[in-house]
């Protein structure tokens, strides 16, 4: 199994920048793919980026070009780089990760954006 525990959530400006962490721990050598997701209230949970084992990357329409995720293997860590962030980017943000053939999900963590 895996165990995904998120960090690096807080309140920030609009225009600013966070860095979520998501530190992965078990049976993590067996990974297919990992993701960001997020969920505003009364909204449905939306994928916001994902890496893959191969090191490809996609983003939402959303944050393409604002956001970077990236992964540490060394550190069994992914980090979501937000910069540029919008009012709209406030969310919780949960990570996922797909592992023989089940999704596991992170508690989430809160980033708040004010205007």
């Known amino acids: 199994q895996v165990q995904l525990v998120e960090s690096g959530g807080g309140l920030v400006q609009a225009g600013g920048s966070l860095r979520l962490s998501c530190l992965a721990s078990?049976?993590?050598?067996?990974?297919?793919?990992m993701a960001w997701y997020r969920q505003a209230p009364g909204m449905q949970r939306e994928m916001v980026a994902v890496r893959r084992s191969d090191g490809t990357t996609n983003y939402s329409s959303s944050v393409k070009g604002r956001f970077t995720v990236s992964r540490d293997n060394a550190k069994n860590t992914m980090y979501l780089q937000m910069d540029s962030l919008r009012p709209e980017d406030t969310a919780v943000y949960y990570c996922y990760a797909f592992w023989i053939g089940r999704g596991y999900w992170g508690q989430g963590t809160q980033v708040t954006v004010s205007s």
């Open positions: 078990g049976s993590t050598d067996g990974i297919n793919y």
